[in-house]
Nanobody, 125 residues
Framework: VQLQACGGGLVQPGGSLRLSCTAS????????LGWFRQAPGKDREFVAS????????IYADSVKGRFTISRDNGKGTLYLQMNNLKPEDTAVYYC???????????????????WGQGTQVTVSS
């Protein structure tokens, strides 16, 4: 599976962005999908994940209530709607796909075999 993330950019605090991640090479229906992010000088951290049909989702506490993860298996695309953005959300955002346990979401990086190249999100006034 090849993953291509896009939709990042510069936004003011309180603003919104929608990230997309398009998969190619194989169908994404049998994968758990997730978003992670990495800020300068920090480790990569979990943001959100959902299971193969989107019925089960999990979020990092720092984004709960502001971010929404979703997927369209027919289009082979993963989304992350980000609202009320804060400067601390500034990071490179990565999408990932994992086939070990598609029936559940996951916050564990080692459960994802495929990673996109990342898209930069900068929140600043």
């Amino acid at each position: 599976v090849q993953l291509q993330a896009c939709g990042g950019g510069l936004v003011q605090p309180g603003g919104s962005l929608r990230l997309s991640c398009t998969a190619s090479g194989r169908t994404i229906e049998t994968y758990t999908l997730g978003w992670f992010r990495q800020a300068p000088g920090k480790d990569r951290e979990f943001v959100a994940s959902l299971n193969w049909n989107g019925a089960s989702t999990i979020y990092a506490d720092s984004v709960k209530g502001r971010f929404t993860i979703s997927r369209d298996n027919g289009k082979g695309t993963l989304y992350l709607q980000m609202n009320n953005l804060k400067p601390e959300d500034t990071a490179v955002y990565y999408c990932a796909a994992g086939g070990y346990h598609p029936e559940r979401p996951s916050f564990k990086t080692h459960e994802y075999e495929y990673w996109g190249q990342g898209t930069q999100v900068t929140v600043s006034s």
